[in-house]
């Protein structure tokens, strides 16, 4: 089977803008967790869309935000970028089953100028 | 709320000497727990899980509820060990999402 697939693999935008990144799971898949990654702050969950309903949410501000479609791929979107929200951006995609086991994409880096 | 606390962020040894990586979690329940590792240049992937109770590259993890601990052992490093580790926990019901620690990198010298 492919991996988890994820686009763009870089971004760079300025402080205000908004961006969209999508994340294609593993066929079968119907959960899609995304996580921000920074040095300082390691991984973080952000959300969890299973069978297009988001059914985790993290401590992130509402800034932050996602949807999933009927196939299964998720887009997440940040709008008004924050220079704070450049960050390496993993999407992971499982069956959403309770002993299941989360695939990592490569992830989006996404600079923030 | 369930938190990991993985208290080093580096870890220098020998090639063949034995490696330990430590991992102590919180969580009010029964959660599972997971170590995943990312090699350079490499997305992150699963390592191991605890209710596998399997060796997978000849590491292995063992689950200590009294001290809430699930510490990452290899009795004889090798270079390609060279990563970044990071034990997450999975809660259960609402709480089912991955929480992970804040990693350690493994560097094995020959």
């Known amino acids: 089977k492919a991996g988890v697939t994820q686009t763009p693999r870089y971004l760079i935008k300025t402080r205000g803008q908004q961006v969209t990144l999508s994340c294609s799971p593993i066929?079968?898949?119907?959960?899609v967790s995304w996580y921000q990654q920074t040095p300082g702050q390691g991984l973080q969950f952000l959300f969890e869309?299973?069978?297009?309903?988001?059914?985790n949410k993290g401590n992130f501000p509402g800034r932050f935000s996602g949807r999933q479609f009927s196939n299964s791929r998720s887009e997440m979107n940040v709008s008004t970028l924050e220079l704070g929200d450049s960050a390496l951006y993993l999407c992971?995609?499982?069956?959403?089953?309770?002993?299941?086991?989360?695939?990592f994409g490569p992830g989006t880096r996404l600079t923030v100028l | 709320a369930q938190r990991v606390t993985q208290p080093e962020k580096l870890l220098s040894v020998f090639k063949g000497a034995p490696v330990e990586l430590k991992c102590n979690y919180s969580?009010?329940?029964?959660?599972?727990l997971f170590w995943y590792v990312q090699y350079s240049r490499q997305r992150l992937q699963l390592l191991l899980r605890?209710?596998s109770r399997e060796s997978i590259k000849g590491f292995t993890a063992d689950l200590n509820k009294g001290e809430t601990s699930f510490h990452l052992k290899k009795p004889f490093a090798q270079e390609e060990d060279s990563a970044m580790y990071y034990c997450?926990?999975?809660?259960?019901?609402?709480?089912?999402?991955?929480?992970f620690g804040k990693g350690i990198t493994l560097s094995v010298r020959p």
């Open positions: 997450a926990l999975k809660g259960t019901g609402a709480n089912s999402k991955l929480t």
């Open positions: 992971a995609s499982s069956t959403g089953t309770d002993l299941d086991t989360q695939y």
């Open positions: 605890h209710i």
């Open positions: 969580y009010s329940g029964s959660p599972e």
């Open positions: 066929s079968g898949h119907r959960s």
């Open positions: 869309y299973f069978s297009e309903t988001q059914r």
